[in-house]
């Protein structure tokens, strides 16, 4: 089906600028690509580790799996507190981005490390070796959380790209391709895992921080900012002064100068990001409150609803779930779609919101999950109550108690349905839920009169009473 969204033909053309986007995307991605298969050439010990302050105050590496597979005596959980006589400390606080590495670091030899393992302390040497194309996809592709990461990150990129070669020409289309970019280069940086080698090696240390960090600060914020300013078309003092859009930006590449100056302050890339999306939801929710044409509302409401809704997804990672099983991977994968809700509703908004009825999508939304929640609530309570009358009767549990919340649950669920349903076309849909009433009426009515003169003027009165027109008449043809 065709786009019945009316284009500019100059939103749909490839300009210089645009030229020079893609282009300054793909040596990006070129360069991301490089630095991360020149970390894969460096010697490593095989184990992803992790930094974290001990009880002395002082810095380790913490070990947590190996991924290369090669025979060590480390064991996960291990604490590297001295690598070949370098403090762990000394090289996490150097003022370089980057420490010497101990002699010995080189493929196929070994190395003594001092570790802290159940509280003692022992000194071991462990081989150092190289990367392996099979430990990159192991440590990539077998667990289920780095999956999900991958595939959120593709499905960001590929919205952000489809609406760019559509719109190549539309500020926000760019700005949501920039969004998607910012998702990919941190998800692919961080694709090898962190060994000891990264640590002794200025280049990779240094790509590493800059595409996972630097460019996710300098792109993420300024992008989603810069939609949000230009969506669903520039805010007034933006149309007027374009290159306020590019401070965003070079407000983000302020970390970039940092790292090379002084690493330590770096870091303030994060509130800035966070202050840079605050400031988005503030333009979103200013243009919600003040574009009143249709056009702009259906797209804003696209655009919101996919915000709140990734928003509310997003949250749940602060929410510890626990042992719960099968629950618990389905819930690690509505957190990670958080990311693809909001791009694909941001896509949505601008190429083909017209397309779909996003009022009966939240409806349906709000409907259905009202009633899961409610019917889990019965079910469990059910499950607890009857659970507790079986112990209290007979001293011991019964599989009784499941059976009969299933069958509550079954039989409540379109008498619950129809009422949920009912209350909020009355509470959010109300003049949707008075002509539906109507209709229904005047169904009911139908089916008892057979007064042709009778069933005429409820016909009437019900149009009248549903889309209160100025005048209304009903014309009858004869045979």
């Known amino acids: 089906m065709s786009d019945p969204t009316p284009i500019n033909n100059l939103e749909a053309r490839f300009d210089r600028s645009a030229w020079l986007l893609l282009l300054g995307a793909l040596l990006f991605l070129a360069l991301n690509i490089g630095q991360l298969a020149y970390r894969f050439t460096l010697p490593t010990e095989g184990w992803e580790i ?26 996960p959980g291990d604490a590297l507190h001295i690598i070949g006589w370098i403090p762990a400390a000394q090289i996490l606080n150097s003022d370089r981005l980057a420490h010497a ?11 003594p490390v001092t570790v802290i393992r159940g509280g003692q302390t022992l000194t071991i040497d462990i081989p150092i070796v190289h990367w392996t194309f099979s430990s990159y996809l192991r440590s990539n592709f ?17 919205v952000g790209l489809l609406t760019f070669l559509k719109r190549p020409a539309n500020l926000a289309g760019r700005f949501l391709f920039l ?8 998800v692919l940086a961080s694709s090898l895992p962190d060994g000891l080698g990264m640590y002794f090696d200025y280049l990779a240390i240094f790509g590493k921080v800059f595409f996972s960090n630097v460019i996710f600060a300098y792109m993420f914020g300024p992008s989603l900012l810069g939609f949000a300013l230009s969506f669903p078309r520039p805010k007034t003092f933006i149309q007027r002064r374009t290159w306020l859009l590019v401070v ?6 302020s970390t970039t100068v940092l790292l090379f100056i002084a690493p330590p302050l770096a870091t303030i890339g994060f509130p800035i990001t966070l202050g840079m999306v605050l400031a988005a939801m503030g333009a979103l929710l200013h243009s919600a409150l003040t574009m009143h044409d249709a056009i702009s509302r259906a797209q804003l409401r696209w655009a919101v609803g996919g915000m709140v809704v990734g928003m509310g997804l997003f949250t749940l990672n602060f929410i510890n779930f626990g042992e719960l099983g099968f629950l618990n991977i389905v819930f690690r994968v509505l957190t990670a779609s958080s990311l693809p809700v909001m791009g694909i509703s941001l896509a949505i908004a601008i190429l083909r919101y017209r397309l779909f009825d996003i009022d009966l999508i939240i409806r ?13 609530l019965v079910y469990f309570g059910g499950v607890t109550l009857l659970q507790a009358l079986f112990t209290t009767l007979s001293g011991q549990q019964s ?9 509550l649950i079954a039989a409540l669920f379109n008498p619950l349905r129809r009422r949920i349903q009912d209350f909020i076309d009355r509470r959010f849909y109300r003049q949707k839920y008075d002509a539906e009433a109507a209709l229904a009426d005047f169904a009911a009515v139908a089916q008892k009169e057979a007064n042709l003169d009778y069933l005429s003027g409820a016909l009437v009165n019900m149009v009248n009473k549903t889309m209160k027109p100025e005048t209304s008449s009903l014309w009858l043809a004869k045979k």
């Open 248 to 253: 965003p930006f070079l407000l983000g590449s």
């Open 101 to 111: 590495r101990p002699a010995g670091w080189v493929a196929g030899g070994h190395i």
């Open 399 to 407: 599989p009784a108690a499941v059976v009969i919340s299933t069958l």
């Open 364 to 376: 349906r939304t709000l409907v259905y999950s009202l009633v899961t929640g409610a019917l889990a």
């Open 50 to 75: 992790n930094s974290d302050d001990n009880a002395a105050g002082d810095y380790d590496f913490y070990i947590i799996k190996n991924v290369v597979g090669a025979l060590s005596m480390l064991q």
């Open 142 to 158: 077998t667990d289920l959380r780095s999956v999900i990461m991958w595939l959120s990150a593709l499905i960001m990129l590929g």
């Open 179 to 186: 969004f998607g970019l910012a998702i990919i280069f941190s």
